[in-house]
């Protein structure tokens, strides 16, 4: 391994260079700065023309999407730098057999007994209580709280400055908008999506979208599988 440089097992490209892809980029660099050690990302894969052969945060566009196998026969992790929970699962599902790296910023606190599952990211200032499961490829985002006993399941979505009681449920690929409240003990179904500003008194069926004080629900969500 050259000197100063990320051995193989743990250099990363994020798949998607928008705005969510550069906020875990900065995550990343954020850890390494705390462990003094060089950054892990190698740059970005992306598939739209306008970026090819660019930049974002200062590190390169190396390509479209579909390269990623060629990275991931180098020894290459990856995480996905979508923040729709929706199109995030399909990036995941194109891409099946990738090696997920995690990203957790050293600002966040997460009890010792809370479980990250592969490519869950974890932004600034969240703060996670105790015998929480987060699933695979979930997003907890800037300054959110969870309470003891939640289950995420995969690409669930948790907004900026939204709260989650305890013994919250978090059904695959739904969505807590900013600064939304779940209150303890509710469940929101797969695919389901709970408007920013909300608050949830009663559980959220599947693929239902709610909103307001309390939360009602006003329509159904446009899958994009």
């Known amino acids: 391994m050259t000197e100063g440089l990320p051995g193989k097992e743990n250099r990363i490209v994020i798949l998607g260079a928008g705005g969510h892809g550069r906020g875990i980029l900065e995550i990343l660099r954020a850890d390494s700065e705390r462990a003094d050690l060089p950054c892990s990302v190698l740059g970005f894969l992306d598939d739209r023309d306008e970026l090819q052969a660019g930049t974002c945060g200062g590190l390169p566009i190396l390509g479209r999407m579909g390269e990623a196998r060629r990275w991931a026969n180098e020894g290459v992790r990856f995480l996905v730098g979508v923040g729709d929970p929706l199109v995030r699962r399909r990036v995941v599902r194109a891409t099946e057999g990738l090696r997920?790296?995690?990203?957790?910023?050293?600002?966040?606190?997460?009890?010792?007994?809370?479980?990250?599952?592969?490519?869950?990211?974890?932004?600034?200032?969240?703060?996670?209580?105790?015998?929480?499961?987060?699933?695979?490829?979930?997003?907890?985002?800037?300054?959110?709280?969870?309470?003891?006993?939640?289950?995420?399941?995969?690409?669930?979505?948790?907004?900026?400055?939204?709260?989650?009681?305890?013994?919250?449920?978090?059904?695959?690929?739904?969505?807590?908008?900013?600064?939304?409240?779940?209150?303890?003990?509710?469940?929101?179904?797969?695919?389901?999506?709970?408007?920013?500003?909300?608050?949830?008194?009663?559980?959220?069926?599947?693929?239902?979208?709610?909103?307001?004080?309390?939360?009602?629900?006003?329509?159904?969500?446009?899958?994009?599988?």
């Open 100 to 225: 997920f790296a995690t990203a957790v910023h050293p600002s966040a606190t997460l009890y010792g007994d809370v479980t990250v599952g592969e490519g869950a990211v974890i932004a600034a200032g969240v703060v996670v209580a105790a015998a929480t499961l987060i699933g695979a490829h979930a997003l907890l985002n800037l300054n959110a709280t969870v309470g003891h006993d939640c289950h995420l399941d995969a690409f669930a979505t948790v907004a900026p400055g939204s709260n989650l009681g305890g013994f919250v449920r978090l059904g695959e690929a739904s969505f807590v908008g900013l600064n939304a409240t779940v209150v303890p003990g509710r469940t929101i179904g797969r695919e389901a999506r709970l408007g920013p500003g909300s608050v949830l008194l009663e559980d959220l069926p599947d693929r239902r979208v709610a909103f307001g004080l309390p939360a009602r629900v006003v329509d159904r969500v446009r899958s994009v599988d």
